[in-house]
């Protein structure tokens, strides 16, 4: 079985509200995006990742962090919004690859297990997404008030890494293509395929740096783990 990954690490990071993009902020001397890639270095399951950044970047520094990790075989520019990115990283996947995993370059506490147990599980049934239950209340809110209150049972939040049989995905974005449809993971272009996707057991230390606060707690993770 041949596994290829695509880590987006395409955004600016507006939301985060510095001037550099949140992937290459640094965290005890070393970018945020360094750790994510140290994590799939440690997964005997990954053969080669395709790396998605802006431009600029590709052209300037592209070529030093294909040096620096050499499972890093390409480094693709993004598009307009992650689906294009993320497309443009699977257009980049090396001919025989069975499963192609994505995952998010500012997320750097998933672990090998992880994403062994995804990788396993889209081989099993097509597609497998990294996901932890709802555990708190969620209220609908319109104009600033409270409309009603949702059930949580059966709601998932979910994250990355996510996990897809090639030629499955490959069918998603060819539909997602012709249909002009943008899904908010590739999860959701399986569901719009109409194929099953299956849940794989994340973790609510599997953050997304977002935010200025999400930054601070990654560095309190970082530390804890060195």
Same mark, same amino acid.
């Given at each position: 079985?041949?596994?290829?990954?695509?880590?987006?690490?395409?955004?600016?990071?507006?939301?985060?509200?510095?001037?550099?993009?949140?992937?290459?902020?640094?965290?005890?001397?070393?970018?945020?995006?360094?750790?994510?890639?140290?994590?799939? &270095?440690?997964?005997?399951?990954?053969?080669?990742?395709?790396?998605?950044?802006?431009?600029? !970047?590709?052209?300037?520094?592209?070529?030093?962090?294909?040096?620096?990790?050499?499972?890093?075989?390409?480094?693709?520019?993004?598009?307009? /919004?992650?689906?294009? &990115?993320?497309?443009?990283?699977?257009?980049?996947?090396?001919?025989?690859? !069975?499963?192609?995993?994505?995952?998010? %370059?500012?997320?750097?506490?998933?672990?090998?297990?992880?994403?062994?147990?995804?990788?396993?599980?889209?081989? /099993?049934?097509?597609?497998?997404?990294?996901?932890?239950?709802?555990?708190?209340?969620?209220?609908?809110?319109?104009?600033?008030?409270?409309?009603?209150?949702?059930?949580? !049972?059966?709601?998932?939040?979910?994250?990355?890494?996510?996990?897809?049989?090639?030629?499955?995905?490959?069918?998603?974005?060819?539909?997602?293509?012709?249909?002009?449809?943008?899904?908010?993971?590739?999860? &959701?272009?399986?569901?719009?395929?109409?194929?099953?996707?299956?849940?794989?057991? %994340?973790?609510?230390?599997?953050?997304?740096?977002?935010?200025?606060?999400?930054?601070?707690?990654?560095? &309190?993770?970082?530390?804890?783990?060195?």
């Amino acid at each position: 079985m041949k596994v290829g990954a695509i880590i987006t690490a395409a955004g600016q990071g507006k939301r985060i509200g510095t001037s550099v993009p949140k992937q290459f902020l640094e965290i005890q001397g070393k970018p945020l995006l360094h750790h994510t890639l140290k994590v799939f &270095s440690f997964c005997k399951l990954i053969d080669y990742v395709v790396l998605v950044m802006p431009q600029a !970047d590709v052209d300037l520094i592209g070529e030093d962090w294909m040096k620096e990790y050499g499972f890093v075989r390409k480094v693709v520019a993004g598009g307009e /919004q992650r689906q294009d &990115s993320v497309y443009n990283g699977f257009n980049s996947i090396e001919g025989g690859t !069975d499963i192609v995993v994505v995952h998010d %370059g500012v997320r750097p506490f998933t672990t090998p297990q992880m994403i062994t147990a995804t990788v396993e599980a889209a081989q /099993q049934h097509g597609a497998a997404i990294t996901a932890i239950p709802v555990s708190d209340t969620l209220k609908q809110v319109l104009d600033g008030f409270v409309k009603q209150t949702i059930s949580r !049972d059966r709601l998932w939040r979910v994250q990355t890494p996510q996990a897809f049989r090639y030629t499955l995905l490959q069918q998603a974005f060819k539909k997602a293509k012709k249909d002009s449809y943008y899904g908010t993971d590739e999860g &959701s272009l399986i569901e719009y395929l109409g194929a099953q996707v299956k849940i794989v057991s %994340g973790s609510e230390l599997n953050i997304k740096v977002t935010r200025k606060e999400d930054l601070l707690l990654a560095e &309190s993770l970082l530390s804890r783990i060195k």
